[in-house]
Structure formats: structure tokens, C-alpha cells
């Protein structure tokens, strides 16, 4: 399987399979491939302009086929599990593919330019440097697959219609999938997606492409998560873990909420604070908890009115107090920063899900 030299299918293999297109009939093979000990060898194989239906590309213990360099131009492959195939700079330009399971496929340099997919499960495929140029994907699923590097300029990623069961749209899975370093452009599109912090959207032409409403705002948080764990992994333990704390209180600079309970906590804390040692503060009245809970929120909203103050008999209060005061300010900015980005973008966030068990394998048959 590593061996990417020139190497040609195997001869009868080859014929058998390329009789029963044309007669549209894989029983033939099927039953030839289900008794064979060895690996199927279709390296290099030219299988263009075929219909290729139901046919098995597993022996009979499971393993897939070598179909490196093999070429499908302008063919059509319909309800074919080629999962764990090696499909390596595999030509399948023009191509239709429909129900079709590439679960854990090698696609490595593979060519889908101008492919159209319908129901296609690419559920751990490996895609690095792969050509999707132009290609559309309907109603298929990507998780954990890996799309580095790959041309997807043009693509389109297009989810079925509106579901009256279910009362919504169907969602694409794409928890997990890597794009890191991907080309995409202008035209190329992704419809509404479900997408993890797993997910990985780092390329340089990430802003180019289009995304449905919400969908953009969710990568952005995925991507900015990435690039701070990788920050993490090159500085000191007590960098990371300030930092962490920081970005724990917006969680990475998305939820205002988050912010919002964190100051009204911190406020709750200091509050307490000061209601058990009122002593600390000049004209508070001991054990009075509103009064307790007003000057912790007025030190945290930095507004200091003045009619409580640190007591100048105290070095403890105007330490607490300052650490108060910087805490305060930076919670403030973070949700005005967050609010900002709010008010400035499309919509909502939408789309982020917690990371999913891997979805089960299963190919619908096309009438």
C-alpha cells in the first residue's frame, strides 16, 4: 500500500469487473471477491464513463481495494462501500457518486474536480491535498474527515431540504473535520453544518468562502480555540494557565453570559468579604448585607461613588479593593468586546455541538 510506483491492475480482476458494466450486472463479481483471500489490484485501472452499481470492492476478509492512480472520469458509482480503500491520486473527475460509503478511505492527492456526491459518508477519510474543485456534496457527512491542504475552491456543501418530520432542516455533520491550510474562494459554500471545537478551519482564505448565517461566527471561535491550544503548548505552565483563566471567563470570547455570571460571582465573593469584616471599610455598616453587595458592585463597575471607601487604618482593604478594580475592568471590557462582535455580525452563532460518538456506517440503495 505504500508502494506509489507503476503497477498494473490485476488482469483478470480488471476484465471481470469492466464485463459486468457493461452488462450492469455485479453478481459475477461480487461472488468472485467474496471468496478471495488476497487483496484486490486494480491499481491504475481505467474504469471511465462506467456505471459501477452495488459492485464489492472487499475481500473476504475485509480489505479494501487498491485502486491507486485508478481513473474514473465521467463515471458512475452508486451504493459501493470503498471504505478503508486506497484511492491515492485516484481520478474521479466528472464523476457521479451516489450512496457511497468512504469511511477511513486513503484520498491522499485523489481528483474529485467537477464530482457531484449525493449521501456520501466521508466519515474519517484521509483528503489531504486532494482536488475538490467545483465538486458538490449533497446530504453527505464528513466527521473527523480530513481535508488538509485539499483544493476546495468552488466546492459546495449543500444540505437536503426542509424535513417536515423532523420540523427543520437536517444538519451536515462535520464535528471534527480538519481544514486546516484548505484553498477555498468566493464561490466556494457551506450550508448549514454542525461543527465541534474539534473542528479545525485554519486557512489563510477562511473569510473568502460563504457560510449559512451563524455559521462563520461558530468556526471563528473553533479556529481561535485552536490557535491559543497551540499557544499553550509552546509557553510556561503559568502562562498557560493565566491565560486559560482569562479566556475561561468569555470562553474564548463567545458567550457574554459566561461574563455575566462571572462578575456577578465575583461580586458575590467580595460581597461576602466585606460583610464579614465591615471593618475594612470606611462608613459601611456592619453586618448589612445589601449595603455589603452595593459597594461590591459599584468597586467592580470601577464607579466608586465615595460614600464608602478602603479604611485608612487597613493595608489589606485597598489591596483587596485594587484587585477588585482590575478584575472589574477587565470583565467589562471583555463584554463590551463581546457585545460589540454581537451587534456587528449576521446573526446568532449557530451550529456548535458537543463533539459526537462516530456516526454509524450504513448506505441507502438509489431507485
Request: aromatic share 14%.
Amino acid at each position: 500500500m505504500e508502494n506509489h510506483s507503476k503497477e498494473e491492475p490485476n488482469k483478470e480482476q480488471y476484465a471481470l469487473l469492466v464485463s459486468c458494466a457493461i452488462k450492469e450486472d455485479f453478481s459475477a463479481w461480487n461472488d468472485y471477491v467474496s471468496t478471495l483471500d488476497e487483496m484486490i489490484k486494480l491499481r491504475g485501472a481505467n474504469f471511465d464513463e462506467l456505471t459501477i452499481k452495488s459492485a464489492r470492492f472487499k475481500n473476504k476478509h475485509g480489505k479494501g481495494a487498491d485502486l491507486y492512480g485508478a481513473t474514473f472520469k465521467g463515471s458512475t458509482l452508486e451504493s459501493i462501500d470503498l471504505s478503508d480503500t486506497h484511492l491515492m491520486r485516484a481520478n474521479f473527475q466528472d464523476a457521479t457518486i451516489a450512496s457511497c460509503l468512504f469511511c477511513e478511505a486513503a484520498c491522499e492527492e485523489a481528483v474529485f474536480e467537477n464530482t457531484t456526491f449525493f449521501i456520501v459518508n466521508f466519515t474519517h477519510a484521509r483528503c489531504y491535498n486532494a482536488n475538490f474543485r467545483n465538486a458538490k456534496f449533497f446530504s453527505s457527512s464528513f466527521y473527523e474527515t480530513q481535508f488538509a491542504s485539499a483544493n476546495l475552491e468552488g466546492a459546495r456543501f449543500i444540505t437536503e431540504k426542509y424535513n417536515p418530520l423532523a420540523a427543520k432542516k437536517p444538519r451536515l455533520n462535520m464535528c471534527g473535520a480538519n481544514f486546516r491550510d484548505t484553498k477555498l474562494n468566493s464561490e466556494t459554500y457551506f450550508d448549514l453544518c454542525d461543527v465541534s471545537r474539534n473542528t479545525d478551519f485554519r486557512s489563510i482564505s477562511f473569510e473568502s468562502a460563504n457560510f449559512s448565517a451563524g455559521l462563520r461566527q461558530t468556526l471563528q471561535y473553533c479556529n481561535r480555540r485552536h490557535n491559543w491550544n497551540d499557544w499553550y503548548k509552546k509557553q510556561g505552565a503559568l502562562s498557560s494557565i493565566l491565560v486559560r483563566l482569562f479566556w475561561m471567563h468569555s470562553d474564548y470570547g463567545r458567550s457574554a453570559k459566561r461574563i455575566i455570571s462571572s462578575f456577578f460571582i465575583a461580586s458575590l465573593l467580595f460581597a461576602t468579604f466585606y460583610f464579614f469584616f465591615p471593618s475594612q471599610v470606611q462608613n459601611l455598616q456592619p453586618w448589612q448585607p445589601i449595603r455589603s453587595l452595593y459597594f461590591s458592585i459599584v468597586t467592580m463597575t470601577t464607579l466608586g461613588f465615595g460614600d464608602m471607601h478602603a479604611s485608612p487604618d487597613s493595608w489589606l482593604a485597598p489591596c483587596i479593593i485594587m484587585i477588585q478594580v482590575l478584575y472589574g475592568y477587565v470583565l467589562l471590557g471583555g463584554l463590551i468586546t463581546v457585545l460589540s462582535n454581537l451587534f456587528s455580525s449576521d446573526g446568532p452563532a449557530l451550529g456548535l455541538v458537543k463533539h459526537p460518538s462516530a456516526p454509524p456506517s450504513f448506505m441507502f440503495t438509489m431507485r
